[in-house]
């Protein structure tokens, strides 16, 4: 049995292959290194009864993680899941990798993630590579969940939000400024508490104030981490994760004016990247 997964901060997506060519999906939390030890990440798996019970099965896993940019971090990643599927060989990359993996189709192109967090690369079908680093939620993550998120709570503790949605933060979620700094500064996950804030994008959509700041933000991810390929209008420029499915249009109309050709617009990508293990892989790649 072959164990697929793709990780980002907020929820784990896996495929369990099995010998008789079916398959079973499962979810759980999401993996970082950054936030996440290997008894969180062990005990996420053993949680899911599901997952857990075929964990003496698994001969093999190819896992995608947020926060895997290093050999170090990786391993953390690693010995997690080796307390759970200790019979199993282990390969455990970024998911940046997995998202270029998910969307290739035989072209080379750019692949850029706008979920909890941002990141861009370019995969050429066999190595994949950046050009500029992901800088995480404090000091980058331009366009993503935590992004927008941090500037929708700062514009409502400086009154600068439209009424309708200061009212839905102040009346219904009874969001205080004590709530907001303790969750950002106090707690863990500040990245996950931010982009939760972006169902609130999602239910005022239409809304002026919503729009600009998506297109701003998109515009901003752009710039930063497209247009510093060189070759960012000649490929295709795939998208993977919540942020560019659910604002797809405003995405589009913003790489529109840059000249940037969107390719594929997934929200997730388990299902690519199951497609591209089984035609391309069981030989693991590495990003560069």
């Not at 599927?85 to 998202?99: C, M, T």
Request: neutral net charge; aromatic residues 12%; charged residues 20%.
């Amino acid at each position: 049995m072959y164990l697929i997964a793709d990780s980002g901060s907020t929820k784990c997506d896996w495929m369990l292959l099995k010998d008789n060519n079916q398959s079973e999906s499962f979810s759980t939390m999401g993996f970082n290194p950054f936030f996440h030890n290997e008894s969180i990440i062990s005990n996420a798996i053993k949680n899911n009864e599901g997952l857990y019970k075929y964990a003496n099965e698994v001969e093999l896993i190819f896992l995608y993680s947020a926060g895997c940019s290093s050999k170090e971090l990786k391993l953390i990643v690693e010995r997690g899941l080796r307390e759970v599927f200790s019979k199993a060989n282990i390969y455990v990359d970024h998911d940046l990798v997995g998202a270029a993996f998910s969307t290739y189709s035989g072209v080379p192109g750019i692949t850029c993630i706008l979920g909890t967090g941002s990141n861009s690369c370019f995969f050429d079908g066999d190595n994949v590579t950046e050009e500029v680093p992901a800088l995480g939620y404090i000091l980058g993550d331009e366009g993503s969940g935590s992004y927008f998120g941090k500037k929708l709570l700062a514009d409502y503790l400086y009154k600068k939000l439209p009424a309708d949605i200061h009212a839905k933060l102040q009346d219904e979620l009874r969001l205080t400024k004590k709530d907001i700094f303790e969750n950002v500064y106090m707690k863990p996950h500040a990245n996950v508490y931010l982009a939760s804030f972006m169902k609130i994008f999602s239910s005022f959509k239409d809304n002026a104030y919503v729009k600009t700041s998506v297109a701003a933000g998109m515009k901003h991810f752009l710039e930063n981490h497209v247009c510093c390929f060189s070759n960012h209008q000649t490929v295709p420029v795939h998208f993977i994760g919540s942020i560019a499915y659910h604002f797809e249009d405003i995405l589009k109309a913003e790489a529109k004016k840059l000249n940037i050709e969107v390719g594929n617009i997934i929200k997730k990508p388990i299902d690519g990247l199951v497609d591209y293990h089984m035609k391309y892989l069981i030989k693991p790649k590495v990003a560069k």
